[in-house]
């Protein structure tokens, strides 16, 4: 019986994460967001602070955002930019609500010494955008559809100096790109088809045709808002038939409890920025 060895080989990570202190559930811009479903606070950051301590010990750095009154959604920080070779695009949200979290992420990075560029699309900064270093030189995957605007796929190619796809979600459940879709390790993504219009799918298959393929029940339990070091990639415990598959390729999961999370729409990846130099 011969048996397929896959070496899969993590590489330290540096993310930046906000403390869910103001996490409220107090509008509703996407499908998950119920405005009348009680939040559990204190347990919403025990279980983000699981998910801090869990990148920790996986050996990566977490620089932290200080979370703002009145910005209930600053949890989700992998909202604020698009980081790739050391240079910044910021965002500039969809939706009034969460407008002024751009400018404590801008204020972050500069403060920080990173090369900053200020955007005049509407973005929602890595929510929309996935950056693959191995594949096809350095790829950019981005979503547009229900947030970040097409012109800004152009704006961040030209910001960012890398190949920009983009990509039409056309399911409202699946709002961002990282709901849908996320680089499993330098190389390689994993997505759910169904969320894409038929030419984006398309795309995808002719890009990556060894992609690892999410279903429904994936999808739904949040499993593609995934964070991945190459070999570690931690999401959401209900997703355990996608662990099951990753698994399956020589991948390590590590699930994640974060129910209070989900009520906001989003998971593991929601709250991770990767910082990328
Ligand atoms: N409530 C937030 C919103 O609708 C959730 C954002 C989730 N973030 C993500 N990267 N998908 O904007």
Same mark, same amino acid.
């Given at each position: ?19 869910p202190?103001? +996490? ?11 405005? =009348?479903?009680?939040?559990? =606070? ?8 699981? !998910?801090?301590?869990? !990148? ?10 200080t979370?703002?009154?009145g ?7 992998? /909202?604020?930019? +698009? ?24 204020? +972050?990075? #500069?403060?920080?010494?990173w ?5 005049? #699309? =509407? ?84 890009? +990556? ?14 499993? !593609? ?6 070999? /570690?990639?931690?999401? /959401? ?8 598959? !990753? ?7 590590v ?23």
């Amino acid at each position: 019986m011969v048996t397929v060895n896959h070496q899969r080989v993590p590489r330290k990570r540096t993310y930046l994460m906000c403390s869910p202190e103001h +996490f409220a559930v107090e509008y509703a811009i996407n499908p998950w967001m119920d405005v =009348t479903a009680p939040v559990d =606070t204190e347990l919403t950051v025990k279980q983000w602070d699981r !998910l801090r301590e869990t !990148l920790v010990q996986l050996g990566h750095e977490v620089h932290l955002l200080t979370p703002e009154r009145g910005l209930p959604d600053m949890v989700y920080a992998a /909202n604020g930019a +698009f980081v790739v070779d050391g240079a910044v695009y910021g965002a500039q949200f969809k939706h009034e609500q969460r407008a002024a979290e751009a400018a404590a992420h801008r204020a +972050f990075y #500069e403060s920080q010494g990173w090369r900053f560029i200020a955007p005049s #699309e =509407t973005n929602e900064g890595e929510g929309d955008f996935a950056y693959v270093p191995e594949a096809h030189g350095g790829l950019i995957l981005a979503g547009h559809g229900f947030r970040t605007e097409l012109p800004a796929h152009a704006e961040a190619q030209e910001a960012l100096g890398r190949p920009v796809v983009s990509l039409r979600l056309v399911d409202p459940r699946f709002y961002h790109l990282d709901v849908a879709l996320a680089a499993i390790d330098d190389a390689n993504i994993v997505y759910f088809p169904g969320a894409f219009s038929a030419a984006s799918q398309k795309v995808l298959a002719q890009l +990556f045709p060894d992609a690892v393929i999410a279903d429904d029940a994936d999808v739904m339990a949040f499993g !593609l808002n995934l964070v991945s070091d190459g070999l /570690n990639v931690v999401l /959401n415990r209900e997703a355990a038939g996608l662990a099951e598959k !990753l698994e399956a390729v020589g991948y390590h999961p590590v699930p994640v409890e974060l129910s209070e999370l989900k009520k906001g729409g989003g998971s593991v990846k929601c709250c991770i920025a990767e910082l990328r130099h």
